[in-house]
C-alpha cells in the first residue's frame, strides 16, 4: 500500500497530514487506499467532520448511497454550520429512496439558513413525487424509452472537489442538471438523453438512414448500446477506453477523407492538447453533406475561453477547469468561432427548438444547447 500508516513509530502523522493524503489518492481515483486513510482518521477522530464527509462522497461514487449515510450524518452533526454537509446526506438520502427523510433533513436545513438555487433545485426535485411517483409523470429517457424515469443528482464529489479546489463555475454549464443528471434505469446522463432524442428525430424525419455510416467517440455506455441496435454501420473510437472499435488519437485520426456520415464528439475536446487539430481531423473525416454532435463544455456568461498550458497539477487544473483531466474551459463565442473556423456549419439547438416540455420532460436545464455541425 502506497501511503504511510498513520501511526508510524517512527514519525506519526498529524490528521490533516493524512487527510491530505486521503484527498489525493481519492482525487487519483485510488478509492480502496483512500478509503483506508479516511478510517485511519475516524479511528482516532470519530467526528472528523471532513473525514466523514469525504467518506461519505467516496461511497457515493461507488454507487453505494446507502452505505454514505451514517458519514453524512455524522459530518453534518459535528458541523451543522456547513451547509455542503446538509446538501450531500440529502442528495445521498434522495439516491437511497429515502425521499420523504430527504425532505424532512432539507427543511431543517432552510431553518439552519441554508438557501440558494441549489437548495431550491433539490427540493423541486424532492417535491416532483408527493402524489406516489418519484418523478413529474412526463418525465421520459430517449436512451432506454422509459416513462415516469427518476433523475438522480451529479454524484457529490464534483461538488465537493469544486469547493475544495475554489472551482468558481460549477454548476454553471450550459447543459448540466445537478438535481436531474443520470436515469436511474439507464445511466445516462442529461447530455445523452437529449442527443438521443435528437437521433430519433432525425431517423423519423429520413434526415439520417439506417445504413448511414457513424462514428462515436468516446462512446458513452447507454447511448452506445442504442445506436448498436439504430444503425447498421456503427462504429467506436477512443484513445484510452477499452471495448471500442478502433484506438485513436483525435488529433490524428486513421480514418479516411469524407469517410463518415454522423460522427458523436462529446466532451472529448477539452481534453486534447490541440482542439484545432481535433475539429480538422473530425471535418477531414465528415463526407459532404455529413453532420455531428459535437459537444464540450461550455460555461453560461464566461467570456473567454479559460485555457493555461502551464497549468499541468491536478489541483490547478480542478481550480481552472471542473476537473483534472481538463485542459480549457470554453466561452459560448469563442467555442462557436472556432469550430465555424475550420469549415463547419454550427446549429445550435436549445430550449426554444426542442421545446420547453421536451426539456423539462428530459430533466435539462433551460441554457442547454445540443451543438450539431455540418459539412
Known amino acids: ?201 432525425q431517423l423519423e424525419k429520413n434526415f439520417l438512414g439506417r445504413s448511414a455510416r457513424v462514428m462515436h467517440f468516446a462512446p458513452e455506455e447507454a447511448l452506445s448500446k442504442k445506436l448498436r441496435q439504430l444503425f447498421a454501420n456503427y462504429e467506436t473510437a477512443d484513445f484510452g477506453m477499452g471495448n471500442v472499435d478502433h484506438k485513436v488519437d483525435l488529433q490524428n485520426l486513421p480514418f479516411a477523407d469524407e469517410s463518415y456520415d454522423f460522427f458523436i464528439c462529446s466532451h472529448v475536446l477539452e481534453h486534447v492538447e490541440s482542439d484545432d487539430r481535433a475539429i480538422r481531423e473530425l471535418y477531414r473525416i465528415t463526407r459532404p453533406g455529413g453532420c455531428g454532435i459535437l459537444v464540450a463544455p461550455v460555461i453560461v456568461g464566461l467570456e473567454k475561453t479559460v485555457e493555461d498550458p502551464s497549468v499541468t497539477d491536478a489541483a490547478g487544473r480542478w481550480r481552472l477547469y471542473g476537473q483534472d483531466d481538463h485542459v480549457r474551459l470554453y466561452a459560448h463565442d469563442d467555442y462557436v468561432n472556432k469550430i465555424c473556423s475550420h469549415g463547419f456549419r454550427v446549429d445550435e439547438l436549445g430550449e426554444d427548438y426542442f421545446g420547453k416540455d421536451v426539456f423539462r420532460s428530459l430533466g435539462l436545464t433551460h441554457t442547454s444547447i445540443l451543438y450539431v455541425v455540418s459539412k
Open 1 to 201: 500500500m502506497s501511503h504511510k500508516s498513520f501511526s508510524s513509530q517512527s514519525a506519526p502523522q498529524s490528521v490533516e497530514e493524512v487527510l491530505t493524503q486521503a484527498v489525493t489518492l481519492h482525487q487519483a481515483g485510488k478509492l480502496d487506499e483512500a478509503e483506508v486513510c479516511y478510517r485511519a482518521i475516524l479511528q482516532r477522530e470519530p467526528q472528523h467532520s471532513k473525514t466523514n464527509h469525504n467518506l461519505g462522497a467516496l461511497y457515493l461514487q461507488l454507487q453505494q448511497p446507502a452505505a454514505s449515510l451514517p458519514y453524512f450524518a455524522a459530518a453534518l452533526e459535528a458541523d451543522p454550520a456547513h451547509g455542503q454537509y446538509w446538501l450531500s446526506y440529502v442528495d445521498a438520502l434522495h439516491q437511497a429512496g429515502q425521499k420523504q427523510f430527504a425532505r424532512e433533513v432539507l427543511a431543517m436545513a432552510r431553518q439552519h439558513g441554508l438557501g440558494g438555487d441549489d437548495v431550491d433545485a433539490l427540493e423541486a426535485s424532492l417535491h416532483a413525487g408527493q402524489a406516489g411517483m418519484t418523478v413529474e409523470p412526463q418525465s421520459h429517457c430517449p436512451v432506454c424509452r422509459s416513462d415516469q424515469v427518476s433523475f438522480l443528482p451529479l454524484p457529490a464529489l464534483y461538488r465537493e472537489n469544486s469547493r475544495l479546489y475554489g472551482f468558481e463555475h460549477f454548476g454553471k454549464g450550459e447543459m448540466i442538471s445537478l438535481e436531474q443528471y443520470s436515469c436511474s434505469r439507464c445511466g445516462a446522463s442529461d447530455r445523452e438523453r437529449i442527443y438521443a432524442l435528437w437521433i430519433d428525430q
